[in-house]
């Protein structure tokens, strides 16, 4: 399956040379946030109607993986991008700090449980790059057992997309001064505080190994049939109409059908009762 | 929990009786389209923030139930009420032919792996009343045994209830007129014949049998903590704002609270990188 490349990860992946902001379109033009913000509505209006063909093809399997800084937006951008989409074929599973029975299985067990059926949209806020990330930059296993991972996840993705699941990757790219306004006005807005944790400023005291983390394990799990996106994050609308976009070329390459009709309906007459 | 009556179940349901049309507000006063419309629109924004609410604070559990007959817009209306919804804290089960291995469980066994986790909405597209309504119709199973599955579910749904599981089920009422126009006129659409199943007429042939058993099912299983309510759905646009509004209300009425912060986080300052 050929992907566009837009956005696509390089080969070699360089995180602080990769814009933050964007404000880019495919063909590299300036695009202003009202103009980005059309395009979002019209790809939206798009995505309902080609997840509406997915749904009744019931033929493709769909996975999205978000993966980010804390603050990046993976909330926001899941519910302006699949919120919209008929809640029926559209699941979202947050994978959190293991529970005592997921870690007495391998590290890809409660994840394999998680994905997609046929003719599905199944969003990861979080997933098996957390044990290539958080599990790396605090050692929570030894390095010979995580350096194994990589080649663990290349093989269960590859499964995946051979028996018939296109992936997604999307690592929201912020800045560490984006992040910083934003934990500021979490702690100012009386509606949102109760999301800080102190403990996130320890974790962004790790920002430059956690981007390390992210460098190495995008460049060992970045393919063809499991590509990775790296999205301009600093702004919420480009971050929307980048997503939206990627989203809607992706489905529309698969060329999606509605599924034929019974034979002999010419004839059935609906009858009154 | 004392629950708003509109719309709710009478003590004996006499489904023949009960208006398929609708067009009346709460106070039993004549409502236009446009009025209906613009009134969904503002439940649609106040249920955004409640759902917010009701994830963050992390408490109550919510469990809607959707039964009706084929065309009545179960579909439909999850989209239209809960798709606008953040797809992170709505989860949509449908329940299909059992199979193979669920029919050897008993019939609730399914169904209760798929009950709301706290501070979720959890939509049952069809549900185990379909275990004392195709079941009943067709005989699948014989009379003494489906006959003892009305206890069950009281017993299930009072079990679900007291650990804290809010629950509203709905039954979308439509008239035999108004299925037979919706055949026809999927029977016309190229994009929606693939939908119809020749099949799907002799199930109308047994609309009365249904309705019997739809009027069985919800007197024995009408309660305060897990109400029946019966919706006019010939009108699609009435259809939607009854159930926003319903949904507002009940979900109003949790009075959800956003969850404290931390202490200390006066002094904190989030610092340069």
């Given at each position: 399956?050929?992907?566009?490349?837009?956005?696509?990860?390089?080969?070699?992946?360089?995180?602080?040379?990769?814009?933050?902001?964007?404000?880019?379109d495919?063909?590299?033009?300036?695009?202003?946030?009202?103009?980005a913000?059309?395009?979002?509505?019209?790809?939206?209006?798009?995505?309902?109607?080609?997840?509406?063909?997915?749904?009744?093809?019931?033929?493709?399997?769909?996975?999205?993986?978000?993966?980010?800084?804390?603050?990046?937006?993976?909330?926001?951008?899941?519910?302006?991008?699949?919120?919209?989409?008929?809640p029926?074929?559209?699941?979202?599973?947050?994978?959190?700090?293991?529970?005592e029975?997921?870690?007495?299985?391998?590290?890809?067990?409660?994840?394999?449980?998680?994905?997609?059926?046929?003719?599905?949209?199944?969003?990861?806020?979080?997933?098996?790059?957390?044990?290539?990330?958080?599990?790396?930059?605090?050692?929570?296993?030894?390095?010979e057992?995580?350096?194994?991972?990589?080649?663990?996840?290349?093989?269960?993705?590859?499964?995946?997309?051979?028996?018939?699941?296109?992936?997604?990757?999307?690592?929201?790219?912020?800045?560490?001064?984006?992040?910083?306004?934003?934990?500021?006005?979490?702690?100012?807005?009386?509606?949102?505080?109760?999301?800080?944790?102190?403990?996130?400023?320890?974790?962004?005291?790790?920002?430059?190994?956690?981007?390390?983390?992210?460098?190495?394990?995008?460049?060992?799990?970045?393919?063809?049939?499991?590509?990775?996106?790296?999205?301009?994050?600093?702004?919420k609308?480009?971050?929307?109409?980048?997503?939206?976009?990627?989203?809607?070329?992706?489905l529309?390459?698969l060329?999606?059908k509605?599924?034929?009709?019974?034979?002999?309906?010419?004839?059935?007459?609906?009858?009154?009762?």
């Open positions: 399956m050929p992907y566009p490349e837009w956005l696509q990860a390089p080969k070699k992946v360089d995180l602080s040379k990769i814009s933050t902001r964007g404000e880019k495919p063909n590299g033009k300036k695009i202003s946030r009202e103009k913000e059309a395009k979002h509505a019209e790809n939206i209006a798009a995505l309902e109607e080609l997840q509406f063909k997915l749904s009744a093809e019931s033929k493709h399997k769909i996975l999205i993986v978000f993966q980010a800084m804390d603050t990046a937006g993976k909330d926001g951008a899941i519910r302006k991008v699949f919120g919209p989409l008929n029926q074929g559209v699941r979202v599973h947050s994978f959190k700090k293991p529970t029975k997921e870690l007495s299985h391998d590290y890809l067990w409660r994840v394999h449980q998680h994905t997609p059926e046929t003719g599905h949209i199944q969003i990861f806020n979080r997933s098996h790059y957390e044990d290539v990330l958080v599990v790396r930059v605090h050692n929570l296993v030894p390095e057992q995580w350096k194994k991972r990589y080649e663990h996840i290349r093989n269960f993705e590859k499964l995946l997309a051979d028996e018939g699941t296109m992936i997604m990757k999307f690592m929201l790219h912020i800045s560490p001064e984006e992040q910083k306004e934003r934990l500021e006005k979490r702690l100012q807005d009386p509606e949102r505080v109760w999301k800080f944790r102190k403990g996130d400023l320890d974790e962004r005291k790790l920002w430059a190994k956690y981007q390390e983390a992210y460098e190495v394990a995008i460049e060992e799990t970045h393919k063809d049939h499991a590509p990775w996106y790296i999205i301009p994050a600093d702004k609308w480009y971050r929307n109409y980048v997503l939206s976009t990627i989203m809607r070329e992706h529309e390459r060329d999606l509605w599924p034929l009709a019974e034979e002999g309906l010419d004839e059935v007459v609906v009858e009154d009762l």
